[in-house]
């Protein structure tokens, strides 16, 4: 099983920006749709965004788009999720995931331990 380390998260004011890097082991990175997800206090994890390998395709979510950028570096195993324009309602423990196959929002098998990051205003 792929193992995931997310890190970055952090307090920042709202407007601000954030990259969040998870760090991916055990199994092949390039082998994997790599997706991103948030759980905000008192709700459901959200899915954010997600990569694939494969002629560098990319998918966001409505209420995210043009604020976020997720990309991958294969040389050191690791994707990451850039945050612009931070808004309160961003707060939230973040998590990345791994999928052996298909990148829709209930592919995802593998999952790290998040990281947290908290918009003040």
């Known amino acids: 099983q792929v193992q995931l380390v997310e890190s970055g998260g952090e307090l920042v004011q709202a407007g601000g920006s954030l990259r969040l890097s998870c760090a991916v082991s055990?199994?092949?990175?390039?082998?994997?749709?790599m997706g991103w997800f948030r759980q905000a206090p008192g709700k459901e994890r959200e899915f954010v965004g997600a990569?694939?390998?494969?002629?560098?395709?990319?998918y966001y979510v409505d209420s995210v788009k043009g604020r976020i950028t997720i990309s991958g570096d294969n040389a050191k195993n690791t994707v990451y999720l850039q945050m612009n324009r931070l808004k309160r309602e961003d707060t939230a423990v973040y998590y990345c995931a791994a999928a052996s196959t298909g990148w829709g929002a209930s592919d995802y098998k593998c999952w790290g331990q998040g990281t947290q990051v908290t918009v003040a205003t």
């Open positions: 055990g199994r092949t990175f390039s082998s994997y749709a």
């Open positions: 990569i694939r390998w494969s002629g560098g395709r990319i």
